[in-house]
């Protein structure tokens, strides 16, 4: 089991908001002893204080791991906090938006193996997916052991090529922000049509959980579970007109929104 390779050379966690938090009760639910995690935080919380991990303390010479879960605009400062681990021994696997491998690189030794990952917010309730990129010095074993760490908040996915790396912050990082939007979109709309606000919203959060879920279990594909619930000449249908036109649709909408999305990730890389 590649976490054997954690537990026996310990793990470096640096930054424990959000991300951080949901890995860190991942790790700990697979088995990790909270005796080979070292968390690096300034302001550690309540929940993590009481794990158990060493919170701001002395850290091994040359641990398995370092994972970096901090804010992009922090990463400078942190950075020093691991420079001096025996270069090509730690892999490092970075979480941090727009922060290029070959950035980490300059950091972090030319040597080193380091993973760059993509996770999104679902991952605080185990449904987030992650997009993984390894540069020339992470290994197969390497690979594994971040896909096996990031599988503790969700699904995971590896890229050709850290280019791909804008679109999956595009479409998955920054996606649920869409779908809270369509919630908030569709609640209003109903409230429009003489609901109550608070039955709008009901109404609104359970239909899009529902359909994520359906669409998550089932092996159909979206286009099939969309006309399976489509009767023509029908409700559904109706909207769909709207929702489906090539000009003024969801679809231009959507190219437009995740093209931007892609663009501003390529601005904050540079």
């Known amino acids: 089991m590649t976490l054997e390779r954690v537990v026996s050379g310990g793990m470096v966690l640096l930054g424990c908001g959000k ?3 949901a890995m860190l009760a991942g790790w700990l639910k697979q088995g990790v002893p909270p005796s080979a995690v070292h968390v690096i935080d300034p302001n550690p919380s309540d929940w ?5 991990v060493a919170i701001n303390a002395e850290l091994p010479d040359t641990p398995a791991v370092a994972l970096l879960a901090v804010k992009p ?11 001096a681990f025996d270069k090509g021994r730690t892999l490092f696997i970075s979480i941090a938006a727009g922060t290029t ?3 980490l690189s300059e950091s972090l030794g030319a040597q080193s193996p380091i993973i760059r990952a993509m996770p999104n917010t679902p991952a605080a309730v185990g449904c987030g997916i992650s997009a993984l990129i390894g540069n020339d010095h992470a290994s197969a074993q390497d690979m594994a052991l971040a896909e096996e760490l990031l599988a503790a ?18 479409l998955s990082g920054s996606g649920p922000a869409y779908l809270f939007h369509m919630i908030e979109a569709m609640a209003a709309a109903g409230q429009a049509q003489g609901l109550a606000p608070d039955l709008a ?3 609104a959060r359970a239909t899009v959980v529902g359909a994520a879920r359906l669409a998550e279990d089932s092996t159909d594909s ?22 489906m036109d090539a000009q003024t649709g969801l679809p231009p909408l959507m190219q437009r929104a995740i093209a931007a999305a892609a663009a501003r990730s390529r601005e904050l890389a540079q």
């Open 153 to 170: 908040i969700g699904q995971t996915v590896r890229l050709e090529a850290e280019v791909q790396m804008d679109a999956v912050t595009a």
């Open 101 to 103: 491998l070959a950035r």
């Open 48 to 52: 993590l204080k009481g794990t158990g």
């Open 73 to 83: 605009q922090m990463m400078g400062a942190a950075l020093p906090a691991l420079q």
């Open 19 to 21: 991300m951080g938090s």
């Open 201 to 203: 919203m009901q109404l």
């Open 222 to 243: 979206a286009a099939t579970l969309r006309q399976n619930v489509t009767s023509p000449g029908g409700t559904t249908a109706a909207a769909l007109d709207h929702l």
